[in-house]
């Protein structure tokens, strides 16, 4: 790992990958809905993956992607605690630390992403806070921008990261699972490339996404979690 040494005291990792593909935040839970009211527009579909984009009031692009897969809603906190297996399905992740939040529903979390050459690779430092909707058998993950818990390491930080993880159970057999973000990259990059970037890598992430929750260790019950039916 190239964390910085006053990291290694964190010797619990517990903390969720919100990266997923690139931008992950906090958002106030008004509705069981938590991506912003957008102007949303469809722009791709492949393999069981819908992807948007819209673009906000302060000019920031947003990127939604959906899926169903067959599996519990709860799968998805699994395999976002998971952070070592980050590297399988987030796209051009370098590595993912978790590291202790200040409860069970908070976690902070450290990332590291390739870019695309000749550009650095970037770094993002995320809150995630998690929530149940008991009687919806639905959770939320938001994620937000935090402090840079890495100064030491000079990659390019991520800025405005913004996001929320949404798993939703349709059925007895799937889930419905939706990721809305933002974020801006950080140093000198040409917007095409950076609007190109995000769809690519979050429709790559998604597809490796179902992939991995059809495992059968990310369908066990958290039972840390009296929420949880």
Known sequence: MRLKPFLRHFS???GLSVAAVLFLLLLPV?????????D????QEQAGVTIWRAEDSQQRTWIKA???AETPYWS???LLRDTANAPQWIDDVIQVVSLPGT???TDLVYTEFHAPWPFSDRKMSTQSTLRFFPGHQKMHIQVAQHPDFNDANHLVAMQDIEGCWSATQTSSTHTLITWAGTAKPGGILPDWLVRTTMKQSTMN???AL???LAKKKYQEKPLAYPEVP
């Open 30 to 38: 008004r509705s069981l809905a938590c991506e912003p009211a957008l």
């Open 210 to 212: 179902k992939t991995q």
């Open 40 to 43: 949303w527009q469809a722009e």
């Open 205 to 207: 992430t998604f597809k």
């Open 66 to 68: 959906q899926t169903q």
């Open 103 to 105: 409860d069970k529903y």
């Open 76 to 78: 998805l906190l699994n």
């Open 12 to 14: 619990q990792p517990a």
